[in-house]
């Protein structure tokens, strides 16, 4: 079997000019602007990429982006104060701090001083608990993303064996409370888990989330599978530099029913969710009705 590839790339188009759409109509009809405000503290060189991207895409929807970026040495009570500013702010629907902050910054302490209406990311412990108890949220954007090609590909999940490996915060935790809510039979494994291979091998959708290079082979995937790689790993091949997965693609699409490469899969989907959220955020906050089809 060749697996079909699914497209996160076209995927993140579509739901980009998706969200473009209903922030025109909000624009015409209500006269709003959703606004999302990006914190970065400091000059990683990746989180200083992913803003620039993150602002770009803002802009090209129509949305107003707010860019604050701080020194490495920013103190934790001027950081609480922007944060507290925003969460002030009407024009700003959407708040992200970049993550990883510096050391000296506590980062549970700053994501949970965003107001969890404006959480974007869905990090904040209100968020969390909202998920976990199959309430209205903030989601996070990477099993968002996940779960929308999911549903695409699939049309219901209900009943579908799902294992995700990896239990981080951001991702193997909310992917699982997300499959649970579209009734799936979730596993979650990880590094301590016995006899990943089977584990892995009983399941209709196979979610890698470890941030292992290529580390889930062919043989850990059932014929027929849908495999949804979270892995963005830089590593060196051959003298050169490149960009792969959890997920080792040339082995495991030769089993799969669908999966999803890299780069081009998951990752795209990611900024297109923060936007989608942010549309979200903005219709919630004016009480007006949820975008169809951009929300869990
Ligand atoms: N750093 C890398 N990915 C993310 C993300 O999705 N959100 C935030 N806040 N920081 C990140």
Redesign the pocket.
């Known amino acids: 079997m060749t697996a079909k590839v699914i497209d996160g790339k076209e995927f993140a188009a579509n739901v980009r000019a998706q969200v473009q759409v209903q922030v025109a109509k909000l624009r015409e009809e209500h006269g709003i602007k959703p606004g999302l405000a990006v914190v970065l503290v400091g000059e990683d060189p990746?989180?200083q990429v992913?803003v620039r991207n993150k602002h770009a895409s803002t802009v090209e929807v129509g949305m107003a982006s707010f860019e604050h970026r701080l020194p490495a040495d920013t103190g934790e009570a001027d950081l609480l104060a922007l944060v507290e500013s925003l969460n002030a702010d009407p024009k700003v629907h959407g708040i992200?701090?970049?993550?990883?902050l510096p050391a000296h910054l506590n980062s549970d302490l700053i994501i949970n001083t965003i107001d969890p209406a404006k959480d974007v990311?869905g990090?904040h412990i209100s968020n969390v608990g909202l998920l976990g108890t199959g309430q209205k949220s903030m989601v996070?954007?990477?099993p968002l993303g996940c779960l929308m090609m999911l549903r695409d590909h699939h049309g219901k999940l209900a009943g579908l064996n799902a294992v995700v490996v990896g239990r981080s915060n951001?991702v193997g935790k909310p992917m699982a409370q997300l499959l649970l809510g579209d009734s799936c039979t979730v596993t979650i494994a990880h590094s301590r888990t016995k006899d990943l291979q089977a584990v892995c091998r009983g399941a209709d959708i196979l979610v890698a989330a470890v941030g292992r290079p290529e580390m889930i082979t062919g043989d850990f995937v059932k014929p027929g599978a849908t495999v949804i790689d979270v892995g963005i790993n830089r590593i060196e091949r051959d003298g050169k530099a490149k960009l792969v997965g959890d997920v080792h693609y040339a082995s495991a699409a030769a089993v799969a029913g669908a999966i999803t490469p890299v780069p081009g899969g998951v990752g795209p989907m990611?900024i297109a969710c923060?936007l989608a959220n942010t549309l979200t955020a903005c219709c919630r906050a004016n009480g007006l009705p949820e975008p169809e089809g951009l929300t869990a």
Do not use: R
């Open positions: 990746a989180s992913y992200l701090v970049q993550l990883p990311d990090f996070p954007c990477t951001i990611t923060l």
